[in-house]
């Protein structure tokens, strides 16, 4: 399968950030792409740098206007695409939604995001309610995509119910980076654990794994840290973990990455990781510690 990642800086004009992606997305079809996966809130700056009530501004409802747009992207292009929106839900009641869209522009599902952050300059608290659709795979016609958004990427929870369910491949819509303050290396170390999680993800449970991440320094509108600087490195890793793809860091990128779809079965017959769950001493696991 012909899988698009669209790495992308953002500015702060929301239309030239969707015309950008538009011509992207366009430039990926070109190259023969079936599905294309966009990075985490790609439609503004991260905007969670701040706690901010204006900032519910950005949010809209799904069904709307961006995914009026982004269905007609992919309908025109005839690919299965992957986005990632701030959803209105109701007044007060907001999430970070990756919404997937079809071949014929229809919406295929929707995945809100499980695990929320809440650390400096990543106050995603402050504006997202919790998932409450749980780790479903959404349907699709090129195969049932196990899609989680960001930070759910560092819990092997998630990976793995997905893959119970029946997941063909993991994707996780990325917004992640370094602050100023971090030495190189500590922003090398973080880096470097981000990839290495998502391919154990891959190696745990046998699938294929697709993370797109934004890239660009981006500022702190309060002026209290030295913004973010987006570590790009949007990657794809095959059922061993291998790198099949790995972007640069400070470089928006469009990629075009074959991914063996059937590679998996194979690797699952070598490792079969899920036959050999001790499936009936895992209760423990559904508490938060073990005291």
Known sequence: MKTALIQMSCTPNADDNR???AEHIAEAAAQGAELVVLQELHNTPYFCQVEDTCNFDLAEPIPGPSTAFFGNLAKLHGVVLVTSLFERRAAGLYHNTAVVF??????????????????PAY???????????????????????????????????????????GADILIY?????????????EQERQREAWTTVQRGHAVANGLPVVS??????????????????????????????????????????????????????????????????????FGPLAKRFLD
């Open 19 to 21: 015309a950008r992606l």
């Open 102 to 119: 079809e071949r014929d522009g229809s919406i295929a599902g929707r995945y809100r995001k499980m695990h929320i952050p809440d650390d």
């Open 123 to 165: 106050y995603e608290k402050f504006y997202f309610t919790p998932g409450d659709l749980g780790f479903e795979p959404i349907d699709t016609s090129v195969g049932r995509l196990g899609v989680q958004v960001c930070w759910d990427q560092w819990y092997p929870e998630g990976a793995r119910l997905m893959a119970l369910r």
């Open 173 to 185: 819509p990325t917004a992640i980076g370094t602050e100023s303050s971090d030495t190189p290396e």
């Open 212 to 281: 797109v991440n934004r890239t660009g320094w981006e500022p702190d509108p309060s002026g209290q840290t030295g913004g973010i600087s987006f570590w790009g490195s949007s990657f794809v890793a095959g059922p061993q973990g291998e790198i099949l793809y790995r972007a640069p860091k400070d470089e928006e990128t469009v990629a075009v990455v074959d991914i063996d779809m059937k590679r998996s079965e194979h690797v699952r017959r070598w490792w079969p990781f899920l036959r050999d769950r001790r499936i009936e001493a």
